[in-house]
């Protein structure tokens, strides 16, 4: 394992892997991104950041259309949607080095034990919880509007030791420092992962139900309350499941995201691009924790049911759904 100049490779380098990929090789790692249908397109032209942040970036950055010609890597960020987690496991293994940091940049519940037992027991899994406004507007050009933090938190693997665990976290967090990114050592990957979920929960559901961004749903009095009533659930099914979530917590996104440029969540790109919605991370497995702790969340049930409508009225008929231009 190389400890002084780790070795990254990211894969699923779309608008999230894209992103953390450019800002680590900018700071001088070792970076190797695998891609798919945009792999041309990046080994082309390199890949581009056009960040409200940090300026107008663009770099020629290792890319592979196969994992099996990447080098193995030391650290592994994983940016590829929930519902691709089946195919992710055999791309893990073939390009993760020996005691390989395996961190999954995704939302929702039960991602990393959805993973884990697909992977080689060597493996250690982390969780990845992004907070950031960015999206993809052409092949290798990804469009960052604000924010960046990735909190990291230990979910299994050889480390045993909470010691060891926490010196794991801690190193991956100095990566993302380095690479002038805000990143905090989580002790409770789950607590993180519901607190994730109370901006997750409302915003990317409501942005598809209504077909709206950030904006207007923050400007009209109902959406307002909607948005409101979705957060406290959340902050109920994580009580009921032994979360605590810090007091005031909601609120403070609340009014984060009134402060936010405009933004079109990443569940209203997969809805306008054809691709499944991700709902059994972001709402069926919290749905199914909270219930087997004896906790109903009905507005959150009610969301769900819309949006399974949704996604299976949009995969049955395979035709394109319904767009609204992106501000």
Known sequence: MNTSNPRIGVIGTGAIGGFYGLMLARAGFEVHLLLRSEFEAVQRN????DSAVHGSMQMNIAAYADAADMPACDWLLVGAKTTSNAELAPLIATVAAPQAKVVLLQNGLGVEEQLRPLLPDHLHLLGGLCFICVNREAPGVIRHQSLGAVNLGYHSGPAVDQAQRQAIVEAGAALFHAAGIDSQAMTDLAQARWQKLVWNVPYNGLSVLLRASTTPLMADTDSRALIQALMAEVVQGAR???????QGYAEHLFAVTQKMPDYWPSMYHDFTQQRPL????????PLA???AAGCELPKIQALYQALAFIDRQVASRGKPAPTTTPL
Do not use: T
């Not at 009921?240 to 810090?246: I, S």
């Open 46 to 49: 390199g890949l581009q950041v």
């Open 240 to 246: 009921a499941c032994g979360h605590e979530l810090p």
């Open 278 to 285: 991700e709902l059994a991370a972001i709402y069926a497995e």
């Open 289 to 291: 924790r909270a219930q």
